[in-house]
């Protein structure tokens, strides 16, 4: 096993575009099978969408809250004989989620199989037998989509025709939404299981109902966070690539990767220095890869401009004076309209005046990350991303005290007069910082048919070139982006020869 050297005298070199999970996960596992590992990162920290914002006393994570499946982290650690626990203490969450309706009806979304049974059955008796089917479903999905599917490579016809028979069995053809509403009858229950594909990027009425494993997943591995926030996870890996010897780059841009011979062999950073590489791994947003970084004979322009984009994000951090210790760490807030919002976020061209939000309070189960007695929030709005044409620099205000006026109405009494330091994102931000395409929250949407084979390869269109993260198979949030390497592995371990 490498070790604190740089690999085996003349070891092959591989170059990993971006620190994201998915290429930190890629570079670790480069590693292990022996690569000198260059990352390279445009910002100045690693974490990607995982990025923090420090700010006059509060710790912001600006990215993913919900961790599931954290033995996919464990998995890491252990490539190298170490543990996760050594590095960073995962807190359980308690609820999951707290989910408000218009109505002002609320539902306590986990933290147990037993809890959730017990939560369904106070808030819609008759739907309680569906909900166990539904369950049911959840885990056989599971079981197909997660365990046997998702961490194998889909870069050929074949492989696709494989799963097809699981996938129709399973009604991986039909949307979450209209899974869900074959079990469960309250409309307010239905959004409850099946909002999840927002959290990837997707539409409901549209994503595969492979994504209805997520309430089994949930259940299966727990929700966590980790203490210090998602940023010291970040710290730990970053420890992790260091002391096995992975270098990393940061505030480097990669322009263009090198091709020669019509392999993979290097890249080129902004001002021109070149690194060659024998093997190129790609974490950038997987239709930036084909369209900016590759050159003419081998990027997919039509594919890129043919497909779907996940919605676009407006994030908005904010600390205040005093606390709400009532708030639980994952609050969900609907408003009164679901699918007509949702089509006016996906094929809308303006900012929703209702929209529904996420809020995320930290201190509900870590007080490390902000001053004692004080709050730090951040709270997240679904929009429409670029193609829509939304002028930010005027709608981002808006916005913004659209959001915070709906806070204070439904969850923070009291909250005017109490902000005292805060920052946003927008889909233009994510554009310029993360490079992402079209200012995509989650790169291209989840939806069938882009999907395994559909979505972007992990194995890229030249020999050498790897991708990696939302865009390519199984797909966006953390679970998926970091089982994303460990399709790339098994790639590249078959062409690695020692
Ligand atoms: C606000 C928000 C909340 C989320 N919440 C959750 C959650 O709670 N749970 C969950 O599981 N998922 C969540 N997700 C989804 C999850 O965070 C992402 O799907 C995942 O982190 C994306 O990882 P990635 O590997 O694709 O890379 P990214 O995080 O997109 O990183 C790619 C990196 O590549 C760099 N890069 C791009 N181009 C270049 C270049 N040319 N040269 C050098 N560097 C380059 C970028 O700067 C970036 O750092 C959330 C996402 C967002 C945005």
Same mark, same amino acid.
């Given at each position: 096993m490498p070790r604190d050297g740089l690999g085996p005298p003349g070891a092959q070199h591989v170059v990993v575009i971006g620190a994201g999970f998915g290429g930190i996960a890629a570079a670790l596992r480069a590693r292990r099978l022996g690569y000198q590992v260059?990352?390279?990162?445009?910002?100045?920290?690693?974490?990607?969408?995982? %990025?923090? =914002?420090?700010?006059?006393?509060?710790? &912001?994570?600006?990215? $993913?809250?919900?961790?599931?499946? $954290?033995?996919?982290?464990?998995?890491?650690?252990?490539? =190298?004989?170490?543990?996760?626990?050594d590095h960073v203490e995962l807190l359980p969450v308690r609820p999951w989620y707290r989910i408000l309706f218009a109505d002002g009806r609320h =539902?306590?979304?986990?933290?147990?199989?037993?809890? +959730?049974?017990?939560? #369904?059955?106070?808030?819609?008796?008759?739907?309680?037998?569906?909900?166990?089917?539904? +369950?049911?479903?959840?885990?056989?999905? /599971?079981?197909?989509? =997660?365990?046997?599917?998702?961490?194998? $490579?889909? *870069?050929?016809? %074949?492989?696709? @025709? %494989?799963? !097809?028979?699981?996938?129709?069995?399973?009604?991986?053809?039909?949307? #979450?939404?209209? !899974?869900?509403?074959?079990?469960?009858?309250?409309?307010?229950?239905?959004?409850?299981?099946? @909002?999840?594909?927002?959290?990837?990027?997707?539409?409901?009425?549209?994503?595969?109902?492979? /994504?209805?494993?997520?309430p089994y997943l949930e259940q299966k591995w727990g929700v966590w966070f980790p203490r210090g926030g998602t940023g010291a996870l970040v710290s730990a890996l970053e420890g992790l690539m260091v002391r096995h010897g992975i270098r990393l780059q940061l505030g480097r841009t990669v322009s263009r990767i090198l091709v020669s011979g019509g392999r993979a062999a290097g890249v080129e950073l902004d001002g021109g220095v070149r690194l060659p590489a024998d093997i190129v791994i790609a974490n950038s947003d997987a239709p930036h890869v084909h369209a900016a970084l590759l050159p003419d004979p081998v990027r997919r322009m039509r594919q890129v401009d043919r497909m779907n984009y996940s919605m676009g994000l407006f994030v908005l951090c904010f600390g205040t004076d005093r606390s709400w210790p009532d708030v639980a760490h994952h609050t969900i807030i609907l408003g009164e309209r679901w699918r007509t919002l949702l089509d006016e976020i996906f094929d809308g061209d303006q900012v929703p005046n209702d929209p529904s939000l996420y809020l995320h309070r930290p201190a509900a189960t870590d007080a490390s990350l902000q001053p004692p007695g004080q709050d730090g929030f951040y709270v997240l709005a679904p929009v429409p991303n670029l193609r829509a044409g939304i002028d930010w620099d005027r709608a981002a205000p808006l916005l913004r005290n659209r959001i915070l006026k709906l806070l204070e109405e439904r969850v923070l009494p009291g909250l005017s007069g109490h902000i005292v330091t805060e920052r946003? +994102?927008?889909?233009?931000?994510?554009? *310029?910082? /993360?490079?992402?395409?079209?200012?995509?929250? &989650?790169?291209?949407?989840?939806?069938?048919?882009?999907?395994?084979?559909?979505?972007?390869?992990?194995?890229?269109?030249?020999?050498?070139? /790897?991708? #990696?993260?939302?865009?390519? *198979?199984?797909?966006?949030?953390? $679970?998926? #982006?970091?089982?994303?390497?460990?399709? +790339?592995?098994?790639?590249?371990a078959a062409e690695t020869v020692h």
């Open positions: 260059t990352v390279v990162e445009r910002l100045p920290a690693i974490g990607g969408r995982a %990025r923090v =914002f420090q700010q006059d006393g509060f710790t &912001f994570d600006a990215g $993913p809250t919900v961790i599931t499946a $954290p033995q996919l982290f464990d998995e890491l650690f252990a490539l =190298f004989g170490e543990r996760l626990s =539902f306590e979304y986990g933290s147990s199989a037993e809890e +959730m049974r017990a939560a #369904v059955a106070a808030f819609a008796p008759d739907d309680l037998a569906g909900y166990d089917r539904l +369950m049911q479903r959840s885990r056989a999905l /599971y079981e197909v989509g =997660f365990d046997q599917l998702g961490a194998q $490579p889909f *870069h050929t016809a %074949r492989s696709m @025709l %494989r799963a !097809l028979p699981a996938i129709i069995r399973f009604g991986g053809y039909r949307s #979450v939404s209209s !899974l869900v509403a074959g079990f469960i009858r309250d409309e307010a229950l239905r959004k409850v299981f099946s @909002l999840q594909p927002l959290l990837i990027g997707g539409h409901p009425f549209r994503t595969s109902a492979i /994504y209805a494993l997520i946003s +994102m927008t889909p233009q931000d994510f554009a *310029h910082d /993360y490079l992402s395409r079209h200012g995509a929250g &989650f790169s291209v949407a989840p939806t069938l048919l882009q999907s395994a084979f559909f979505r972007f390869h992990n194995q890229g269109p030249i020999p050498g070139l /790897y991708l #990696v993260g939302a865009g390519t *198979h199984p797909g966006a949030g953390v $679970p998926g #982006v970091l089982t994303t390497a460990k399709v +790339m592995e098994s790639l590249l």
